[in-house]
């Protein structure tokens, strides 16, 4: 069984509230909205939760947090390497749907709260991770806290869009797309060079950000790992990998 708790906002009250109604508006289908759902979609899914397990030296025994797990799509597959997960999310509407998805997981908790002011203690966490989540907030603040409830030597991993990538662009700077892709108000995605930066501010040691995922989720079944394949020579190609989908970034709490 889950365990919910509140913790109190620490940033812009309206924009948390921004994020509360976002979250309450694409609740009953946020993973179409998040483009999880198709077939390449969820090889997408797994992949990112793959790296989330390898880069986080996760498994049985280890005690993870999930930075704005929404519905629990990346919960649910990490969970299976063993650790210990809590998720956490400002949005009770998504929450909804998380506890739904990993209501038979003995070793995942729910807490309701604030990415930027989370209810744990100082060194609690082996790892923290997130999926497409510190676009919606404040970078700075995030990572700051994220490091705060890392243990000396965990690890942080997240996966972010990348605004060189052309649609991802395209989807946060261009007004009427935003509504489409199901993009918040607020929300803005950044630069690998600005992730850096901002990692090496939060005082992480052995920062690592790479662009990654030329797989995109309308891509049909059929043709998903030779699409998966070519993604991944992609990401080696100099000059071409800076406009992949994403970015991963990789640092250690010293």
């Not at 799509?73 to 299976?80: K, M």
Request: glycine content about 8%; proline content about 5%.
């Amino acid at each position: 069984m889950s365990r919910e708790t509140v913790a109190d906002g620490g940033s812009s009250e309206d924009r948390l509230a921004r994020e509360i109604e976002h979250g309450r508006k694409i609740a009953a289908n946020a993973e179409t909205v998040w483009f999880w759902e198709s077939p390449a979609g969820r090889r997408r899914a797994d992949r990112r939760a793959e790296l989330f397990v390898e880069h986080g030296g996760l498994g049985p025994g280890r005690r993870a947090l999930e930075l704005g797990c929404g519905t629990g799509v990346f919960l649910e597959r990490v969970a299976r390497c063993g650790a210990t997960l809590h998720g956490i999310d400002l949005s009770e509407d998504l929450l909804e749907k998380a506890r739904e998805r990993v209501s038979g997981l003995s070793n995942v908790v729910l807490d309701r709260g604030n990415a930027e002011a989370t209810p744990y203690p100082e060194a609690h966490f082996d790892a923290v991770y997130g999926s497409s989540i510190l676009h919606h907030l404040n970078l700075d603040a995030a990572l700051a806290e994220a490091h705060r409830v890392l243990r000396p030597g965990g690890r942080a991993v997240f996966a972010e869009p990348n605004i060189l990538n052309p649609q991802v662009l395209l989807m946060f700077r261009f007004g009427p797309m935003k509504e489409r892709f199901g993009v918040s108000p607020d929300e803005m995605a950044f630069s690998r060079f600005r992730a850096q930066r901002a990692l090496e501010r939060a005082g992480f040691a052995d920062v690592k950000v790479e662009p990654f995922d030329f797989l995109h989720p309308s891509i049909p079944q059929a043709w998903v790992e030779r699409a998966l394949a070519l993604s991944r020579a992609l990401e080696r190609t100099p000059l071409v990998r800076e406009i992949a989908g994403s970015m991963l970034m990789r640092a250690r709490r010293a």
